[in-house]
């Protein structure tokens, strides 16, 4: 079974801007859909971005704009680059993976792919705080 690993969480104030990496081991970021979700207690865990194996990038509606994501394939990584960022911003972020061969990305589609029963990997999250 496939292992992420995020960094790249921290405190910033309101409109501060941060980058979270994650690494991924026993398994090629490239031939998987990676992407990130993020969760404040109480609630479920919300899809922000995905990168499919061909590259395509799937977006919150709420968060497009606001965040990029992006893959190296060289390190093994999948990071989101996040700006303006606001208090309401404030959770647990979470890296996630599954198989997806090439191609399947579309098929499976923005709705789903945001979806966290989708995810067949996970990682153990990285906290985002905003402050005021």
């Known amino acids: 079974q496939g292992q992420l690993e995020e960094s790249g969480g921290g405190s910033v104030q309101s409109g501060g801007s941060l980058r979270l990496s994650c690494k991924a081991s026993?398994?090629?970021?490239?031939?998987?859909?990676v992407g990130w979700f993020r969760q404040v207690p109480g609630n479920k865990r919300d899809g922000v971005a995905i990168?499919?194996?061909?590259?395509?990038?799937y977006y919150a509606a709420s968060l497009e704009g606001h965040v990029t994501i992006s893959r190296d394939e060289g390190e093994n990584t999948v990071d989101l680059q996040m700006n303006s960022l606001k208090p309401p911003d404030t959770a647990m972020y979470y890296c996630?993976?599954?198989?997806?061969?090439?191609?399947?990305?579309?098929?499976?589609?923005?709705?789903?792919?945001?979806?966290?029963?989708?995810?067949?990997?996970w990682g153990k999250g990285t906290l985002v705080t905003i402050s005021d």
């Open positions: 990168i499919d194996s061909n590259g395509n990038t």
């Open positions: 996630a993976a599954r198989v997806c061969p090439p191609g399947y990305g579309k098929v499976l589609g923005g709705r789903l792919l945001l979806d966290s029963n989708t995810m067949e990997y």
């Open positions: 026993d398994f090629p970021v490239s031939r998987h859909c």
